[in-house]
């Protein structure tokens, strides 16, 4: 069983960056598409990037040319690099793995790591 360890989040001003790290657990994590979802306050948990195995990416329109994923497999980890952050980006972000196809996710949720964008 694949866990995921969320870190790096905080409060930060608009126009502010954060990394976000997800270390994962267990076996055969360079197979795997990855993803970055987020989850604000009365809303659904919403996918916002996505990263396949080779690299290859996708983004959601709301963080696009702004987020950036990234991967390292040799530490099992995967990046979120967020840059001119909005009020609307603060969520509690989780990463999980996922069918990159259709963004399903297929892992446990760890416990994530709050953002909070001030204006």
């Known amino acids: 069983q694949v866990q995921f360890v969320e870190s790096g989040g905080g409060l930060v001003q608009a126009g502010g960056s954060l990394r976000l790290s997800c270390a994962a657990s267990g076996s055969a994590f360079s197979i795997k598409a990855m993803g970055w979802y987020r989850q604000a306050p009365g809303k659904q948990r919403e996918l916002v990037a996505r990263i396949t195995s080779v690299g290859s990416t996708n983004y959601a329109d709301s963080v696009k040319g702004r987020f950036t994923i990234s991967r390292d497999n040799a530490k099992n980890t995967v990046y979120l690099q967020m840059n001119s952050l909005k009020p609307e980006d603060t969520a509690v972000y989780y990463c999980?793995?996922?069918?990159?196809?259709?963004?399903?996710?297929?892992?446990?949720w760890g416990q994530g790591t709050q953002v909070t964008v001030s204006s």
């Open positions: 999980n793995s996922l069918l990159f196809a259709t963004g399903t996710a297929l892992g446990s």
